[in-house]
């Protein structure tokens, strides 16, 4: 009798220790290095290609469109939600309320494990868990914080219509599946690019750029 009461406490503390190794593995790791490699001529080209058909990126900010290459005219979070549509707001905690009601299936699932920033009691720019589940969230700076732009739907996005290019420095993909390739665009030269795995928050100075120094503000493009 005296060895099962000495087996059940112990029993219960691997299980509770499997557990916590679960959980841990399931939010986000802010610190995963991405890696990184160049794209070959055939990639190029067909990169290319999309960006060519792109269309300019039109936003609504309180109540008004605007073209995001021209500048956020002073918002702080921008969102494609998936019907295609993009929305700015003064906040990345307006944001997040605003998205629960526009796309609740994406804004509010985090069956992975994320923390979203309304159920945390912490708003952006203040942690990296305000990307929700199922989102493509960059930052401005490396530490997740500053201006916040973020993609529910797939494609090849050019930052620099987004007015992002060479200004991204911190990066989360919370998808189910599918990560995301971010590219540094030079004339005449192979294109390096990240590979930022689904499921893992990046901070772009982590990652070495091929010809020395760090992807830090230099993602031109992303496909996702």
Known sequence: MRRVRLLVPFVAALCALAASATTATAAPEPTAIPEVALATPAQEAALQQQLAEAKPVIATYKGKKMNLADGWQGAQ????VPSGEIYCFDTAEEADQALAEIAPTVA???????????????????????????????????DFTGRRLQWST????????????????????????????????????PDPYM????????KFSSASYPTGGTFNDKVDYITM
């Open 195 to 202: 590979t930022l795995g689904a499921g893992y928050c990046y």
């Open 77 to 80: 979070a921008c969102s494609e």
């Open 108 to 142: 509010r699932g985090t069956s992975s494990g994320v923390v979203s920033a309304k159920a945390s009691g912490e708003f952006g720019p203040m942690a990296y868990t305000d990307c929700y589940q199922g989102w493509v969230c960059l930052w401005e700076h490396s």
């Open 154 to 189: 797939s494609g090849t996005k050019q930052l620099g219509d987004w007015d992002f290019r060479d200004k991204a420095s911190s990066g989360c993909v919370t998808r189910y599946q599918g990560g995301v390739l971010a590219y540094d665009a030079r004339t005449g030269l």
